[in-house]
């Protein structure tokens, strides 16, 4: 038998120590991976906390707050230091409408009881998308039925005392004033809100809805009414954009969005009452929305149009004379039906309107916001608007 033990303590003896230790050095590095990789998951993915579970005292270089460089976010609450700025004109937290930083007025409006929204969230809502998730697009638009206000306010919860609605999952950057120029059209108002309410909801914008009410039996001024309206819904909170709008147009799409864009907005670009098309390239009348710069520009709107006619054209010429051009949607997006009415008393057409609108580039500078006179006799906080009935003389 002594002729095979150099062979079994010599060739064939080394590879299997060696194998023996290639396999106990594997399985040791099997274990250290598995003991690594459960000491990770218990720590919540955490790598700074790595020293503490395994009884080591140590710190890992890192920020300012103690994080090691390149660690991964923690279950646990924890600081992220500073929070990225917001876009412009939306605020982390709900304001009161109190709290104007307007030019227009000094102060907030006496026994306003207007706010933006709900006191501040543990969390601050995200920026609404460009655009909303929530529309529907083509609507039904009928007058064939009456409406009840009381059920129209119980079918809208969501809007609050004075006509104020703002998003509840998004902020928006759209602060929208919508001012209608009113007098003695109660039925048509009934369904202008029956109809806007949901579909400025579903456009997830931050608006007030401005009912001016002019005061008397003097001859109507529709462009005198709008100026009003914007100095008044200045007083109640720091709208950003301001919608005028017919009480007697309804948008047929909600695609139609009622807001603000880098250049004036006519919104009602195909009204039934003129076969769905634009009557003339020049026309801003119905429903146009400016910004509070862009309105600001141009004077506001002139007071001295008395009667039917002439101060959209007005309104036009003023934008072009600032530099600005006119944006609108498409035909199709664009349509509004007209509820139908006989023209009011007091409200025939202005024989001087063709005078005047020639001489706009002379009178924009001192006939707009600049010379507003007006006296304010009531204010009115229902439901699902605010009322401004105002005293706004006579024509000179």
């Given amino acids: 038998m002594r002729f095979r033990e150099p062979l079994l303590a010599g060739s064939a003896a080394m590879p299997g120590a060696t194998l023996q230790r290639a396999c106990r050095l594997l399985v040791a590095v099997c274990a250290l ?12 993915r955490d790598l700074s906390r790595l020293p503490q579970l395994v009884g080591v005292s140590t710190s890992l270089p890192g920020g300012s707050h103690g ?3 390149g660690a991964q976010p923690s279950r646990e609450p924890r600081s992220r230091g500073p929070r990225p700025p917001l876009p412009v004109g939306v605020s982390s937290e709900p304001r009161s409408i109190l709290d104007s930083s307007s030019s227009a007025d000094p102060g907030p409006r006496p026994g306003s009881n207007l706010t933006s929204g709900a006191p501040t969230a543990a969390r601050s809502l995200p920026a609404c998308p460009e655009e909303s998730p929530l529309l529907v697009g083509p609507m039904l638009i009928q007058f064939n039925f009456p409406v009840d206000l009381d059920l129209l306010a119980k079918q809208n919860p969501e809007v609050k005392m004075g006509g104020r609605h703002n998003p509840k999952d998004c902020t928006s950057p759209h602060k929208v004033a919508i001012i209608i120029p009113f007098r003695n059209r109660q039925e048509h108002l009934k369904y202008w809100l029956y109809y806007l309410h949901p579909t400025l909801q579903r456009q997830q914008l931050d608006y007030g809805i401005y009912v001016i009410n002019q005061a008397g039996d003097t001859m109507f001024n529709r462009a005198k009414l709008l100026n009003i309206g914007f100095k008044e819904a200045l007083k109640d909170y720091d709208y950003n954009c301001f919608v005028f709008s017919d009480v007697d147009l309804i948008p047929m799409d ?8 880098s250049q004036p907005r ?5 009204m039934d009452k003129f076969g769905f098309s634009l009557p003339y390239v020049q026309y801003f009348g119905g429903v146009s929305a400016l910004s509070k710069q862009q309105f600001l520009t141009i004077n506001g709107f002139p007071n001295n149009y008395w009667g039917w006619g002439g101060e959209d054209d007005d309104i036009f010429n003023r934008l072009v004379f600032k530099g600005m051009s006119i944006s609108r949607p498409n035909a199709m997006v664009g349509k509004c039906r007209m509820i139908r009415h006989s023209r009011d008393k007091k409200n ?23 010379s507003l006179t007006y006296k304010v006799l009531d204010i009115q906080r229902y439901p699902l608007y605010t009322q401004i ?6 024509p000179s």
């Fill in 67 to 69: 994080s090691p460089v």
């Fill in 348 to 370: 025939e057409p202005n024989p001087q309107r063709f005078d005047r609108i020639a001489h706009t580039k002379e009178t924009m500078r001192t006939d707009g916001l600049n």
């Fill in 389 to 394: 009935t105002v005293d706004i003389g006579t």
């Fill in 33 to 44: 991976h598995l003991g690594v990789t459960l000491v990770y998951y218990l720590a919540g």
């Fill in 254 to 261: 909600d695609h139609n969005t009622y807001r603000c864009f």
């Fill in 266 to 270: 006519h919104i009602s670009v195909a």
